[in-house]
């Protein structure tokens, strides 16, 4: 389970370190198992397919609304390799995922032989499936 690692003003699945994670990212609990023991064979990734701010959670397919509602900025982090809402001042308000955050996920458990991803929960995901896609399409690469 690669989420629910930090709550804002932090964020909530970050894949490395950064000034805005609170106390572990993906990278780093990959390692400890991995140095504990854990064959990458058996190691699986969790995905999170929501985001935690101030408010609580939030679906990634209903960001975009409260983006435009609240007058939240779009930002990424490129250090964590995350999207992220702030208000107007600049104080992180949302951490969550989008396509391109994991895809690099995805291409992170790839890159180190990991046995794969797991992800919570569809309800998450739009209609068209569009993040379930990105992390199959990303797992499995067509050669």
């Given at each position: 389970m690669a989420y629910d690692m930090g709550f804002a003003p932090y964020f909530n699945s970050p894949l490395y370190r950064s000034e805005n994670v609170d106390q572990l990212c993906a990278d780093e609990a990959v390692k400890a198992h991995l140095e504990a023991g854990v064959p990458r064979h058996k190691l699986v990734m969790g995905l999170a397919f929501y985001g935690r701010g101030i408010e609580g959670f939030a679906r990634p397919k209903d960001l975009t609304t409260v983006h435009l509602t609240e007058?939240?900025?779009?930002?990424?982090?490129?250090?964590?390799?995350?999207?992220?809402?702030?208000?107007?001042?600049?104080?992180?308000?949302?951490?969550?995922?989008?396509l391109e955050s994991l895809a690099i996920k995805c291409e992170y458990i790839n890159a180190n032989d990991l046995k794969g991803a797991m992800f919570w929960s569809y309800t998450g995901d739009n209609e068209a499936g569009d993040l379930r896609r990105t992390v199959y399409q990303t797992l499995n690469p067509i050669h």
């Open positions: 007058g939240y900025i779009a930002c990424w982090d490129s250090l964590a390799q995350v999207p992220y809402l702030t208000d107007s001042v600049g104080n992180i308000v949302y951490g969550y995922e989008n």
